[in-house]
């Protein structure tokens, strides 16, 4: 019927925004990834590589509820 396929091209349109937010932010990502300066920081971040003569220190995320 009529009200079914409208309902259906409403939660098509809303994939569809959802798909292309996504594509925009993976693009965003790829752009950064031609950025030498964020490439170090997310290595420096995320897999703990450090440069020339830096120590590397592991500090633990404190709980969010406090130990008494």
């Given at each position: 019927s009529l009200k079914d396929k409208k309902e259906k091209?409403?939660?098509?349109d809303k994939k569809m925004v959802a798909t292309k937010d996504e594509e925009e932010a993976?693009?965003?990502?790829i752009k950064k990834l031609h950025d030498d300066?964020?490439?170090?920081?997310?290595a420096r971040s995320e897999y703990y590589l450090s440069k020339d003569g830096?120590?590397?220190?592991?500090?633990p995320e404190e709980n969010s509820k406090q130990k008494e």
């Open positions: 091209q409403v939660e098509v993976l693009n965003n990502q300066d964020y490439i170090a920081k997310l830096e120590i590397i220190f592991n500090i």
